[in-house]
């Protein structure tokens, strides 16, 4: 009973959360409802003359040709009408380039609506193995995404099923390549006048791509960087997102010496000091982690030591609200070994916790356990607390103290969190939990 009323209090404080933070201003990645970033938007964005920005997650651009247009990015598919919308208002004559600066659904959810009978859609030519890698695990990543992102998993199941099943049962590709143009290195076009340099920018994806207008000293950096330390390891699950391609696109890019810098996620920075000065942080607090990682790796350091150990000195510090340092600095770890910790009993099939349920019996039950899980809540030691809940549950999942410790300590750690990714999976395990409370 006193868990029920505990559940309800919880609720109605996690209600009052979101609504004391609606979000967002344009274009946050940062916190609160990624979905509704510039869902208040009336008119498009006038970045200089010719390129106009609809915000959203992420954003759309269009840029405004004599010969007709160009859009980069295409947002995610609810976000799409919005601003196609807001930018045909700027001007609505033919889409000839859809360019995408990579094969996240945030980013080519729009693509049906844009396209034109005769629009070119370009991407890097590593977008067909991501696109194909996003098909072959999508029962994960819908599970995944349902899981951290619940408001923007129909979405994105809805663009996934969209793609044809495979030709046969051994056919794990069969995804359905959109892009015309596929390129390797450098990809260039005019159009009316204006000219295009595309360009590999491996970082945030392998396909990833960044867009040159020399003209307008201007460049498109998709998500290679954004108001936040980057996603280097992504919970929803990625392949690995290598710190050291991050640092030589942005160097790629501040060799272009731009004077306007449009992220697809947040908003368009000018000046080309200013440029230098956000990107180059932004640079180089990647490196210092990547090298700080390395380094520790060779004193044989573990990845947990490195993970509490590495911090950004201040004038790295470039915030965490989406990407965390000690998810990147695991991501770096296990994308140069593996999963592998040099324990030869973790090289079996199994796992630590099947010794759980024994080690709680010595202890004197789960109530016993979920004891100690509630003392350290009490003590503020919410992850040792989610630890020792976790081994009572193993060995009696219903164990009421146990579930209320989790649900104290997961709420506890929500209050506490700025980083948008990690309060979805926390507000995962309060679900988690109450549901299994519930069915009690
Ligand atoms: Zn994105």
Do not use: C
């Not at 449009?262 to 080309?272: E, K, L, R, V, Y």
């Not at 090298?291 to 004193?299: A, H, P, R, S, W």
């Amino acid at each position: 009973m006193q868990l029920q009323a505990n559940i309800k209090t919880k609720i109605v404080f996690l209600f009052s959360v979101l609504l004391l933070h609606p979000i967002a201003s344009t274009a946050q990645v940062t916190g609160g409802n990624p979905l509704l970033a510039g869902a208040t938007q009336t008119e498009a964005i006038k970045i200089n003359e010719v390129i106009f920005q609809a915000t959203g997650f992420g954003n759309s651009f269009l840029i405004k040709t004599s010969e007709g247009n160009v859009i980069v990015d295409t947002s995610l598919s609810v976000n799409a009408p919005r601003h196609k919308k807001l930018l045909s208002e700027i001007d609505d004559g033919p889409i000839k380039y859809i360019i995408l600066t990579h094969a996240h659904p945030d980013h080519t959810g729009g693509v049906d609506l844009w396209r034109q009978e005769d629009t070119e859609i370009i991407a890097q030519e590593e977008h067909f193995e991501f696109v194909n890698y996003q098909y072959r695990l999508r029962s994960l990543f819908g599970q995944r995404n349902a899981a951290q992102f619940p408001a923007l998993a129909g979405n994105i199941v809805q663009v996934r099923s969209s793609i044809p099943e495979p030709a046969n049962q051994d056919d794990n590709y069969g995804a359905e390549i959109k892009p015309t143009i596929l390129f390797d290195d450098e990809y260039r076009f005019e159009l009316g006048g204006i000219e295009f340099v595309i360009m590999h920018s491996p970082g945030e994806t392998y396909d990833h791509l960044s867009v040159w207008l020399p003209q307008y000293s201007a460049v498109f950096v998709g998500d290679n960087y954004y108001e936040s330390f980057p996603n280097m390891y992504t919970l929803r699950g990625t392949k690995p997102r290598w710190a050291l391609d991050y640092a030589n696109s942005i160097d790629k890019i501040l060799a272009l010496e731009p004077e306007i810098l449009i992220p697809s996620h947040g908003d368009a920075i000018f000046g080309n000091t200013n440029i230098e000065a956000a990107a180059g942080r932004y640079r180089d607090a990647i490196v210092y982690v990547h090298d700080q990682t390395v380094l520790g790796m060779n004193q044989g350091k573990d990845v947990y030591t490195l993970m509490e150990e590495i911090k950004l000195p201040a004038d790295l510090d470039i915030g965490e609200g989406y990407g965390s340092i000690a998810w990147s600095v695991r991501g770096i770890f296990e994308n140069y070994i593996g999963w592998f910790d040099g324990n030869p009993s973790t090289m079996f099939s199994t796992p630590p916790s099947d010794v759980y349920p024994d080690i709680v019996a010595l202890a004197g039950g789960a109530d016993a356990v979920g004891k100690l899980a509630m003392t350290y809540f009490e003590s503020d030691a919410f992850e040792l607390a989610l630890h020792a809940a976790d081994i009572a549950l193993k060995a009696d999942p219903t164990n009421e103290t146990a579930l209320n410790a989790r649900l104290a300590a997961l709420n506890k750690l929500l209050e506490n969190s700025d980083n948008s990714n990690e309060s979805g999976w926390l507000r995962f395990g309060i679900r988690q939990t109450e549901s299994a409370a519930i069915g009690q």
